[in-house]
Nanobody
Framework: QVQLVESGGGLVQAGGSLRLSCAAS????????MGWYRQAPGKQRELVAG???????NYADSVKGRFTISRDIAKNTVYLQMNSLKPEDTAVYYC????????????WGQGTQVTVSS
Protein backbone atom coordinates (compact mmCIF):
# COMPACT_ATOMS: atom_id res chain seq x y z
CA GLN A 1 0.00 0.00 0.00
CA VAL A 2 1.06 3.57 -0.61
CA GLN A 3 -0.32 6.92 0.41
CA LEU A 4 0.08 9.90 -1.88
CA VAL A 5 -0.12 13.59 -1.04
CA GLU A 6 -0.11 16.20 -3.79
CA SER A 7 0.81 19.84 -3.46
CA GLY A 8 1.79 22.79 -5.62
CA GLY A 9 -1.41 23.59 -7.46
CA GLY A 10 -2.75 27.09 -7.73
CA LEU A 11 -3.56 29.98 -10.01
CA VAL A 12 -1.23 31.00 -12.81
CA GLN A 13 -1.44 33.14 -15.93
CA ALA A 14 -1.10 31.62 -19.37
CA GLY A 15 2.55 31.15 -20.20
CA GLY A 16 3.50 30.70 -16.58
CA SER A 17 4.84 27.71 -14.70
CA LEU A 18 3.95 25.52 -11.75
CA ARG A 19 5.61 22.54 -10.13
CA LEU A 20 3.42 19.85 -8.62
CA SER A 21 4.77 17.50 -5.97
CA CYS A 22 3.57 14.04 -4.99
CA ALA A 23 4.97 12.68 -1.75
CA ALA A 24 4.69 8.92 -1.33
CA SER A 25 4.59 7.03 1.96
CA UNK A 26 7.31 4.61 0.92
CA UNK A 27 10.26 4.45 -1.42
CA UNK A 28 9.16 5.20 -4.95
CA UNK A 29 11.65 2.58 -6.12
CA UNK A 30 9.31 -0.03 -4.62
CA UNK A 31 6.38 1.20 -6.72
CA UNK A 32 5.80 -0.23 -10.19
CA UNK A 33 5.02 3.10 -11.77
CA MET A 34 3.77 6.55 -10.92
CA GLY A 35 2.02 9.16 -12.94
CA TRP A 36 0.10 12.37 -13.11
CA TYR A 37 -3.46 12.44 -14.38
CA ARG A 38 -5.80 15.36 -14.80
CA GLN A 39 -9.53 15.81 -15.02
CA ALA A 40 -11.29 18.94 -16.23
CA PRO A 41 -14.99 19.54 -15.51
CA GLY A 42 -17.13 17.31 -17.71
CA LYS A 43 -14.09 15.52 -19.11
CA GLN A 44 -12.60 12.07 -18.66
CA ARG A 45 -9.55 11.68 -16.50
CA GLU A 46 -6.47 11.45 -18.70
CA LEU A 47 -2.86 10.47 -18.21
CA VAL A 48 -0.56 13.46 -18.44
CA ALA A 49 2.83 11.93 -17.64
CA GLY A 50 4.14 8.67 -16.25
CA UNK A 51 7.40 7.31 -14.90
CA UNK A 52 8.37 3.70 -14.29
CA UNK A 53 10.52 2.31 -11.51
CA UNK A 54 13.37 2.20 -13.99
CA UNK A 55 12.99 5.88 -14.81
CA UNK A 56 11.36 5.64 -18.23
CA UNK A 57 8.89 8.45 -18.91
CA ASN A 58 5.96 9.04 -21.19
CA TYR A 59 3.76 12.04 -21.88
CA ALA A 60 0.47 12.92 -23.41
CA ASP A 61 0.93 14.53 -26.81
CA SER A 62 -0.73 17.69 -25.56
CA VAL A 63 1.99 18.34 -22.97
CA LYS A 64 5.14 17.08 -24.68
CA GLY A 65 7.83 19.72 -24.63
CA ARG A 66 6.08 21.67 -21.89
CA PHE A 67 5.76 19.28 -18.94
CA THR A 68 8.46 17.18 -17.30
CA ILE A 69 7.97 14.38 -14.80
CA SER A 70 10.88 13.69 -12.48
CA ARG A 71 11.65 12.11 -9.14
CA ASP A 72 13.69 12.65 -6.01
CA ILE A 73 14.28 9.19 -4.62
CA ALA A 74 15.69 10.45 -1.32
CA LYS A 75 12.51 12.45 -0.69
CA ASN A 76 10.08 9.75 -1.94
CA THR A 77 8.66 12.41 -4.22
CA VAL A 78 7.62 12.68 -7.85
CA TYR A 79 7.29 16.07 -9.50
CA LEU A 80 5.51 17.49 -12.49
CA GLN A 81 7.14 20.64 -13.81
CA MET A 82 4.62 22.48 -15.95
CA ASN A 83 5.88 25.26 -18.21
CA SER A 84 4.18 27.38 -20.87
CA LEU A 85 0.83 26.69 -19.27
CA LYS A 86 -2.31 27.14 -21.34
CA PRO A 87 -5.92 27.67 -20.24
CA GLU A 88 -6.75 24.18 -21.50
CA ASP A 89 -4.36 22.80 -18.86
CA THR A 90 -6.87 23.85 -16.21
CA ALA A 91 -7.93 20.74 -14.30
CA VAL A 92 -7.62 18.85 -11.06
CA TYR A 93 -4.32 17.01 -11.18
CA TYR A 94 -4.03 13.64 -9.45
CA CYS A 95 -0.97 11.64 -8.52
CA UNK A 96 -1.25 7.91 -9.19
CA UNK A 97 0.79 4.91 -8.13
CA UNK A 98 0.49 1.33 -9.28
CA UNK A 99 1.61 -1.19 -6.70
CA UNK A 100 1.76 -4.88 -5.98
CA UNK A 101 3.86 -7.48 -7.68
CA UNK A 102 1.38 -7.62 -10.56
CA UNK A 103 0.52 -3.90 -10.50
CA UNK A 104 -2.91 -4.96 -9.29
CA UNK A 105 -3.27 -2.02 -6.91
CA UNK A 106 -4.10 1.49 -8.02
CA UNK A 107 -3.57 4.35 -5.57
CA TRP A 108 -4.61 7.96 -5.91
CA GLY A 109 -3.84 11.21 -4.19
CA GLN A 110 -6.53 13.69 -3.23
CA GLY A 111 -5.92 15.96 -6.20
CA THR A 112 -4.69 19.52 -6.54
CA GLN A 113 -6.38 22.25 -8.56
CA VAL A 114 -4.48 23.97 -11.36
CA THR A 115 -6.16 26.99 -12.91
CA VAL A 116 -4.60 28.81 -15.85
CA SER A 117 -6.07 32.19 -16.73
CA SER A 118 -6.02 33.76 -20.20
Amino acid sequence: QVQLVESGGGLVQAGGSLRLSCAASRSILSIKSMGWYRQAPGKQRELVAGITGGGSTNYADSVKGRFTISRDIAKNTVYLQMNSLKPEDTAVYYCNAKGGQLSQYDYWGQGTQVTVSS
